[in-house]
C-alpha cells in the first residue's frame, strides 16, 4: 500500500527558517498536503501542492515537490513560537479517493 | 458552531464494554472518514463512506465497525474495547470536485481510554 514518511521531530530557534521533509511511495498521487495540527486540536490544512508544480510559495510558506524522487518539503521562513505544531504530509490517491498521512513532524521552536 | 463535531470529547471505559463515539457535519459534504491517531504512529484510517450507501474499509478495521445514518452523522463503534483501543479518535469530512484538491475537515477528535 502507499506509504509516507517523515522525521518524528525538528527544533529550531525563533526567526530561523524549519523545513520538514516527507517522502512518498505513490506515484499517482494528484495532490499533497500539509496538515497543522496544534495542541489539542484536530488537523488544519496548512497548504496543497497538485503534483504537476514543483514548487508553490503562499507567505512564509514554500512546498517543494521532486516527483521523481516522491519528495515533498515545507519550508517555514522566520519561523515563530505560533508555529509550534504537528505537521502531517499527505498524498491523495486518486484511485481510491483516499488519502494517506505520514507520521506526522513535531516542530518545536525555541525563542 | 463547528462545521465538524466529535461526541463525547473525552471517554474513558472498561474493557469489554461497547463503545459508540459520533461524528456530526454542517458542511454538506458526501465523504466522510474516521482516524485514529496515536503517538510516533501519525493518523491511521479505520473506515471511510464517500456516501451514505458507500461504507469502505480502511486500513485498521478490524474491532470496528461504522453507520452512517445520514449524510450529515457518521458514527464509529467498538463492539468489545481493548486497551489496544486507547487512542485519539478524529472524524473528517471532504467535498469532491473533479479536479479540486478537496481538502479535509477534521473534528476535534475524542480522547478514548480503555481501562
Known amino acids: 500500500g502507499e506509504d509516507v514518511e517523515q522525521s518524528l521531530f525538528l527544533s529550531v530557534r525563533e526567526g530561523d527558517s524549519s523545513v520538514i521533509n516527507c517522502t512518498y511511495t505513490?506515484?499517482?498521487?494528484?495532490?499533497l498536503y500539509w496538515y497543522k495540527q496544534e495542541p489539542g486540536a484536530g488537523l488544519q490544512l496548512l497548504t496543497y501542492?497538485?503534483?504537476?508544480?514543483d514548487m508553490k510559495q503562499d507567505q512564509r510558506l514554500t512546498v517543494l515537490l521532486n516527483k521523481k524522487d516522491k519528495h515533498l518539503s515545507l519550508r517555514i521562513a522566520d519561523t515563530q513560537t505560533g508555529d509550534s505544531a504537528i505537521y502531517f504530509c499527505a498524498e491523495k490517491d486518486t484511485n481510491a479517493g483516499k488519502s494517506t498521512f505520514g507520521d506526522g513532524t513535531t516542530l518545536t521552536v525555541k525563542p | 458552531d463547528a462545521d465538524v463535531t466529535q461526541t463525547p470529547r473525552n471517554r474513558i471505559t472498561k474493557t469489554g464494554k461497547r463503545i459508540m463515539l459520533e461524528c456530526s457535519q454542517t458542511k454538506g459534504h458526501d465523504r466522510m472518514y474516521w482516524y485514529r491517531q496515536d503517538p510516533g504512529l501519525g493518523l491511521r484510517l479505520i473506515y471511510y463512506?464517500?456516501?451514505?450507501?458507500?461504507?469502505n474499509k480502511g486500513e485498521i478495521s478490524d474491532g470496528y465497525s461504522v453507520s452512517r445514518q445520514a449524510q450529515a452523522k457518521f458514527s464509529l463503534s467498538l463492539e468489545s474495547a481493548i486497551p489496544n483501543q486507547t487512542a485519539l479518535y478524529f472524524c473528517?469530512?471532504?467535498?469532491?470536485?473533479?479536479?479540486?484538491?478537496?481538502?479535509?475537515?477534521f473534528g476535534p477528535g475524542t480522547r478514548l481510554t480503555v481501562l
Open positions: 473528517a469530512t471532504s467535498d469532491f470536485k473533479a479536479g479540486s484538491y478537496n481538502e479535509q475537515f
Open positions: 463512506s464517500f456516501d451514505v450507501k458507500d461504507i
Open positions: 501542492i497538485f503534483s504537476n508544480m
Open positions: 505513490d506515484s499517482s498521487s494528484t495532490y
